[in-house]
């Protein structure tokens, strides 16, 4: 049986399994002929402590429904990011636009040490011993899109590494 995307969406929406953070509202101005229209943007993440997270950049002309779609589309773009017990298996630097962002892995009880948006981001993969540091821009989408790069690139290197392992059998 084929369900469309309204089914899918109808399921996810269901799921209060996942801890959603609103990182940023932006209000957007449009200057047009018959005067300004203003929209605003909403960057969210969305993620279910126990590996998966995703992200989501939605605009639309209210607030809650802008923030409704960016839900939706986290939900859709959600990817699973490798998990050592209570840290990420590997250091790692990543560069997205002007945004550059280190993460270490942290010993047992140090809880994460990062701000702004790589906290977010550690929290919602639930990671709960990390050192993050942003060496960029302050921008927080770039920010956020920088780490989100990071924690792709630790779950390429494990299946690689676990492709190594598999080979070596």
Do not use: C, H, W
């Amino acid at each position: 049986m084929v369900r469309g995307r309204e089914d899918l969406n109808f399921n996810m929406d269901n799921n209060k399994e996942y801890s959603e953070t609103v990182i940023e509202i932006k209000r957007i101005s449009k200057k047009t002929k018959g005067g300004n229209t203003i929209r605003f943007s909403a960057l969210v993440v969305v993620g279910d402590r126990k590996g998966k997270v995703g992200l989501g950049l939605a605009k639309a002309g209210d607030v809650s429904g802008a923030i409704q779609k960016s839900l939706a589309a986290a939900k859709r773009k959600m990817f699973l990011a490798p998990l050592k017990g209570t840290t990420i298996p590997y250091s790692v630097e990543e560069k997205f636009s002007a945004a550059r962002v280190l993460i270490k892995p942290a010993p047992r009880g140090s809880g994460i040490i990062a701000g702004g948006a790589i906290r977010v981001i550690l929290e919602a993969v639930g990671v709960r011993d990390a050192v993050g540091k942003i060496l960029g821009t302050k921008n927080k989408a770039s920010n956020v899109y920088a780490t989100l790069n990071a924690l792709k690139k630790l779950a390429y290197f494990d299946r690689v590494r676990k492709m190594k392992e598999d080979i070596n059998l």
